[in-house]
């Protein structure tokens, strides 16, 4: 069965083909950080013009890439929610039009179910259930994952996502948007013990993350460097030590969630899953604990069309998908 995948929830346009759930054709991704970039942060009016343009120039290049035509696709499937409206609109219409026009059913694909499964486009695939730990610009949670298209949110951020707080910290230090890279870099010549920055652990067993107070803290030391009149940042072990507030969470919590649902599988996905101190760590708490931890490639980490087309992929084989143009977005995640 050969899926067309398409995803727009945010700042990239991507389409990929993917073979039987197993082989990638094709893989483009389309990304609008540069345009973003000069606003420190996604302009959603922008998003959407650009996801306008870039939609089907990326799906031909993917069909094209992958040596493929339309004719030859059995069914699309298309990131529905959660993100912004307009960006997702673009995705759904396009995959709407090509369907009706040419005769090829379509499904709806939460964006979530994506990154939950993006680690079966390596070879180091875990066995269900496993505990996945989602870190993105737009989530952070903690879910219970017993099948493909099954999955149980056990916790998640109640204000910031990890990756929207290395965007701010990023922003107040000046730096480059997307944040996460640019600090996972400085943090490499920082010391990630030099600033004792908070760890919301919340309750003792809670598996919801707060990183907002993580935020401020970072906010208040940079202001009060200033008022010292300190001219230069200790840049680097602010990365670091902002850094290591992050990755000390994540894990504890993967590991909490392991622990409490007796699963020895932790999955890391979403775009802050590209942190090499995350993956670092995460490995090696994991080892520590008897714990086998999966991790995508950094390139499936961030958004992309592959994982689309793998959840789809699945959702078709159980019967899912058609012909049914009433289907909408969804801005936020339906619990
Ligand atoms: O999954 P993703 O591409 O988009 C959403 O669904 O949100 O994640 C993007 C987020 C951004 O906040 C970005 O700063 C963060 O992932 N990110 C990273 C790294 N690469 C991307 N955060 C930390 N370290 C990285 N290497
Ligand atoms: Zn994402």
């Known amino acids: 069965?050969?899926?067309?995948?398409?995803?727009?929830?945010?700042?990239?346009?991507?389409?990929?083909?993917?073979?039987?759930?197993?082989?990638?054709?094709?893989?483009?991704?389309?990304?609008?950080?540069?345009?973003?970039?000069?606003?420190?942060?996604v302009v959603p009016e922008l998003a959407s013009r650009m996801h306008l343009e870039?939609?089907?120039?990326?799906?031909?290049?993917?069909?094209?890439?992958?040596?493929?035509?339309?004719?030859?696709?059995?069914?699309?499937?298309?990131?529905?929610?959660?993100?912004?409206?307009?960006?997702?609109?673009?995705?759904?219409?396009?995959?709407?039009?090509?369907?009706?026009?040419?005769?090829?059913?379509?499904?709806g694909v939460d964006h979530m179910n994506g990154h939950?499964?993006?680690?079966?486009?390596?070879?180091?695939?875990?066995?269900?259930?496993?505990?996945a730990v989602v870190a993105s610009g737009g989530h952070s949670s903690i879910f219970r994952v017993n099948s493909a298209k099954e999955y149980l949110l056990l916790g998640r951020t109640?204000?910031?996502?990890?990756?929207?707080?290395?965007?701010?910290?990023?922003?107040?230090?000046?730096?480059?948007?997307?944040?996460?890279?640019?600090?996972?870099?400085?943090?490499e010549e920082g010391r990630g013990d030099a600033i004792s920055f908070p760890r919301a652990w919340l309750t003792p067993d809670s598996l919801d993350f707060s990183f907002s107070g993580l935020k401020t803290a970072v906010v208040n030391f940079v202001h009060k460097h200033r008022q010292k009149g300190e001219r230069v940042l200790p840049q680097a072990d602010i990365c670091a030590s902002f850094q290591e507030a992050v990755v000390d969470v994540l894990v504890e919590k993967g590991i909490r969630a392991a622990k409490r649902e007796n699963i020895d599988r932790i999955v890391l996905a979403g775009g802050v899953?590209?942190?090499?101190?995350?993956?670092?760590?995460?490995?090696?708490?994991?080892?520590?604990?008897?714990?086998?931890?999966?991790?995508?490639?950094?390139?499936?980490?961030?958004?992309?069309?592959?994982?689309?087309?793998?959840?789809?992929?699945?959702?078709?084989?159980?019967?899912?998908?058609?012909y049914d143009y009433e289907m909408d977005v969804y801005s936020r995640v339906a619990i």
């Open 116 to 131: 939950l499964l993006s680690v079966f486009l390596g070879q180091h695939r875990p066995a269900f259930p496993y505990i």
């Open 273 to 322: 899953a590209a942190n090499g101190r995350l993956r670092a760590e995460m490995a090696r708490r994991g080892k520590e604990q008897n714990i086998e931890v999966y991790m995508p490639a950094p390139r499936f980490c961030t958004d992309n069309g592959a994982m689309i087309a793998l959840a789809g992929y699945h959702r078709f084989l159980a019967g899912e998908g058609g």
């Open 158 to 187: 109640r204000d910031d996502a990890a990756g929207e707080a290395f965007d701010k910290v990023a922003k107040l230090l000046g730096l480059a948007y997307p944040g996460g890279p640019v600090i996972g870099k400085l943090a």
């Open 54 to 107: 870039a939609i089907y120039p990326v799906v031909e290049e993917a069909l094209s890439q992958a040596g493929v035509t339309l004719a030859d696709i059995d069914g699309i499937a298309v990131t529905q929610g959660p993100g912004l409206i307009g960006s997702l609109l673009v995705g759904l219409s396009f995959a709407k039009a090509v369907s009706f026009v040419r005769k090829i059913p379509y499904v």
């Open 1 to 41: 069965m050969l899926i067309l995948g398409i995803e727009s929830s945010c700042d990239e346009t991507a389409a990929a083909v993917l073979a039987d759930g197993e082989e990638l054709l094709a893989d483009v991704i389309n990304t609008q950080v540069a345009t973003h970039a000069k606003y420190g942060g």
